[in-house]
């Protein structure tokens, strides 16, 4: 039977298609060039149904940044909590974060940029969740340590070591791509990002940061 309510119950997708459109322009304007008439456009919704569901620019930039961050964070978690010793969980991790560093560069690149202009939002973004997964990495590494399995250092020198080893990369490849460099070190632009981002490529990085902080036993 046909409901009257239902000509004013907004439609349960529209605050996906909103917050997919959101994503997808992200990485393009950054979070405090971002504008919600022009998400409204792209998601073809009606700019009163992005207050509907969101209220503010604010709230609508957090659950975008939010909900990007959860999918990277649950497959860390994931790929950590799986059978193995404590330096191939390390491994996986470090692929994991290596992944994400790859295929969402554009994004951390702005948001890199943004916080370094001091953009409030990212900044508390940053703040709310970095320490979620760098205490993953920190425990891999301290079990690592009490199974005398690798190399002590300070343990900002060791967790930087190894995320900057995975991560750097990706900013090198982005500044690559902007730069317009036809054959950065000698390879075209393919080659060179598959030396850098192939899976297979992070695989062997993440391998080779442990192998330099291994112990090695007779």
């Not at 304007?29 to 409204?40: C, D, E, F, W, Y």
């Not at 149904?49 to 957090?62: I, Q």
Request: net charge positive; with cysteine.
């Amino acid at each position: 039977m046909y409901n009257n309510s239902d000509m004013s119950r907004p439609s349960h997708n529209v605050d996906r298609k909103l917050l997919a459109a959101g994503r997808a322009m992200l990485a393009e304007t950054g979070p405090s060039g971002l504008n919600i008439r022009n998400v409204a456009r792209r998601a073809g919704v009606n700019l009163g149904m992005f207050h509907y569901h969101f209220g503010t620019k604010e709230a609508f930039l957090d659950r975008v940044l939010q909900e990007t961050y959860e999918e990277f964070f649950s497959r860390l978690t994931l790929d950590t909590s799986g059978p193995g010793s404590p330096l191939e969980k390390l491994e996986r991790a470090l692929f994991t974060v290596g992944r994400f560093a790859r295929d969402r560069r554009p994004l951390l690149f702005v948001l890199l940029r943004e916080a370094m202009d001091g953009h409030k939002p990212t900044i508390a973004f940053a703040a709310r969740n970095l320490p979620r997964h760098l205490a993953i990495v920190r425990a891999l590494v301290e079990e690592c340590w009490r199974r005398r399995l690798l190399l002590r250092a300070s343990l900002p020198q060791t967790i930087s070591f190894l995320l900057s080893t995975m991560g750097i990369p990706s900013l090198v490849a982005g500044l690559v791509d902007k730069s317009g460099a036809r054959r950065p070190m000698g390879l075209g632009p393919g080659a060179f990002k598959a030396a850098l981002l192939s899976d297979s490529a992070l695989r062997q990085r993440a391998r080779l940061a442990i192998r330099a902080l291994e112990t090695r036993r007779k």
